[in-house]
């Protein structure tokens, strides 16, 4: 009689068994009986994997080659954790290249790892570029090294070993939309939380970390003496009343960094003037350094950009430092750009149109890249945004702007208009026939002729061909003003038309205001400086911003005696004919080629070593008869 009786020691053999059939028979497919042969093959499959299961699988001949030199299987996942922990919750980070910018949409809440390797320190750094001139300048100082954040490659190379310096730019390139009603705040900036070292391979506001804080849609941080692996988290806030996520360039560079913002308001787009649905915009001198003077005239097409928008815009909001959130949200672009030279200097000079009037506006000026090569893995290719500045459209509608005259070239500003003339060959041709008769009159001097006989050594013949144009396109083309506005350095002008631009009806006889019967026979109030605004353009009442009393006496300084300049006094038509210039304020007066927050050309007159004559009424241009 044979022992049936399981052996003691078989129970765990048996329960190995039953498993192991649980496990095959749960995981077949169902089938029919044509599908035997893929079930086979399935069954196979499976039955192959379970004994590996805790096991890494074998991806290529080199994982092969490792198990039969080590006789086991060490896994090297490159960046990642071996720690169970690391591999279940950090994910796969996105590689940084040097000046290569990582471009990704993040969802609200969502955080994201890159990770710039240390062989990436070890590249070379990169050549100087060549296709700016340099010497960049803002208005009293030169723009040096990596004030711009641009130009400057000053080589790092004092640091101890390979420790390299690295430039880490984050640029938020479109953001959360707002919810009805539109929200008048932007939403909450992204961060980047950053690790300079392997050992904190995810970094946040809890460890021992750099943050990267964005502002306006732009953040940077230096990172000095680094010689490992760089991690970098970028996270997304949730933002409440907004909907859709973020998207972003974050780069980093061994040479600068590659995106700028440049708080600084005095190299901008400085204000020349604006009517009700236009602006004229120009950037102070790009340069004092005449060794690069030709080479910025001939840029084609100008290097810099302008961008508008209303500044509560809140598709602006939280952008406005960015150049590629500009890029994707502004409304308003020039429709006309163009390098210029006034007063000797360069500059580059917008036109922008479809404007609202009555309307603030924000202009941002900005430079799309230094480098017109295509490729993106350029030092600063993500390119450089200057402070914002506001500026605000006329709401009258009878001043125009005006500008690339052919005789007063540095005519570039708001004009008394009327919409159906040629306003630009009206006051021009007028301009250019008045300076051929005082043309004539300087061939009566003695311009090429001994010291000695000269009328000054100090100044010649040119400069005062120079000053009596500057002289005379300021007083024939006067700079218009709203007749609404209530700027006290601004005069009325022709208020005795009949009819404002619109068609209203100019006040008759009002004493106590503007339209007083004594006003209106005042030679100052009833009608235009130039005669010819009345008789041809007919504008209506407007303001004029008066030139500024430095062009007459620079007049009288420059020119010989025998023409006989000579300025109105004060008191006595100087104050209704010329402006005065306020150092360190906005311009009060017009000053052809000069901007309403510029210095320059300002050489302040002496108005006491100044003759006056009878021919003094002359200066005062229009108010003699």
Not at 42 to 60: A, F, K, V
Not at 572 to 585: F, W
């Amino acid at each position: 009689m044979h022992d049936h009786s399981w052996p003691p020691n078989i129970a765990p053999y048996l329960l190995h068994l039953v498993l192991l059939l649980f496990l095959v028979s749960s995981s077949l497919p169902s089938a029919n009986a044509g599908d035997t042969e893929s079930i086979s093959e399935q069954y196979h499959d499976q039955l192959r994997l379970i004994p590996l299961l805790d096991q890494p699988t074998l991806s290529d001949d080199a994982d092969l080659a490792n198990v039969e030199a080590s006789g086991r299987y060490e896994p090297a996942f490159t960046r990642m954790d071996r720690g169970i922990v690391g591999r279940a919750i950090q994910p796969e980070p996105e590689g940084l290249e040097n000046n290569m910018p990582g471009k990704k949409n993040i969802k609200q809440g969502d955080t994201h790892t890159w990770i710039f390797p240390k062989e990436e320190l070890l590249r070379n750094y990169a050549p100087p570029l060549k296709d700016l001139p340099l010497n960049l300048t803002t208005q009293d100082r030169k723009v040096t090294d990596l004030e711009m954040d641009l130009i400057d490659l000053e080589r790092r190379q004092s640091e101890a070993g390979d420790a390299r310096e690295v430039f880490v730019t984050l640029t938020t390139c479109a953001q959360p939309m707002p919810q009805d009603p539109p929200a008048k705040v932007p939403p909450q900036q992204l961060k980047a939380y950053i690790s300079t070292t392997s050992e904190n391979r995810n970094p946040n506001e809890g460890s021992n970390t750099d943050v990267l804080t964005v502002t306006g849609g732009y953040g940077n941080i230096t990172l000095t003496s680094i010689k490992d692996d760089i991690w970098v988290n970028v996270q997304a806030p949730v933002s409440n009343g907004f909907v859709d996520g973020y998207n972003y360039e974050l780069t980093a560079s061994i040479d600068a960094p590659y995106a700028a913002y440049i708080d600084d308001s005095r190299f901008n787009s400085d204000i020349n003037d604006t009517d009700s649905n236009s602006a004229l915009l120009a950037s102070e001198d790009v340069t004092t350094d005449k060794n690069t003077t030709d080479e910025w005239m001939k840029l084609t097409p100008p290097p810099f950009e302008v961008f508008a928008n209303k500044p509560d815009d809140p598709l602006f909001l939280g952008l406005q430092r960015s150049f590629c959130g500009l890029m994707n949200y502004t409304k308003i672009n020039t429709s006309e750009k163009s390098i210029i030279q006034t007063g000797g200097q360069p500059k580059q000079r917008f036109y922008l149109t479809d404007l609202s009037n009555n309307t603030i506006y924000s202009g941002v000026m900005a430079l799309a890249r230094n480098t017109n090569t295509a490729d993106p893995r350029i030092v600063g290719g993500g390119g450089a945004v200057w402070k914002a500045q506001t500026f605000k459209t006329k709401s009258d509608g009878n001043c125009q702007i005006l500008y690339n005259l052919k005789f007063c070239t540095d005519v570039a500003y708001a004009v008394p208009s009327n919409k159906d003339l040629d306003l630009a060959a009206i006051y021009d041709n007028h301009t250019e026939d008045l300076w051929q008769n005082f043309n004539k009159s300087l061939q009566q001097i003695p311009c090429e002729t001994t010291d000695t006989a000269k009328y000054s050594l100090a100044r010649n013949c040119t400069d005062c061909e120079n000053a009596y144009k500057s002289w005379l396109c300021a007083v024939t083309i006067p700079r218009c003003h709203d007749f609404s506005s209530d700027l006290d350095y601004l005069i009325p002008r022709n208020i005795n038309a009949s009819n404002f631009f619109n068609g209203t009806l100019v006040p008759q006889g009002e004493e106590g205001t503007l339209f007083s019967d004594r006003n209106k026979s005042s030679a100052y109030f009833s009608r235009s400086r130039n005669p010819l605004v009345d008789q041809q353009i007919n504008p209506g009442p407007y303001k004029e911003m008066l030139p500024c009393e430095d062009l007459c006496y620079g007049l009288v300084q420059s020119c010989p005696a025998a023409l006989d300049f000579a300025c109105p006094l004060k008191g006595y038509g100087l104050n209704y004919s010329y402006g005065s210039y306020e150092k360190d304020t906005e311009w009060k007066c017009n000053w052809p080629g000069g901007t309403l927050r510029s210095s320059a050309h300002v050489i302040k007159g002496t108005p006491w070593t100044i003759t006056i004559s009878f021919v003094a009424v002359m200066l005062v241009y229009g108010y003699g008869s």
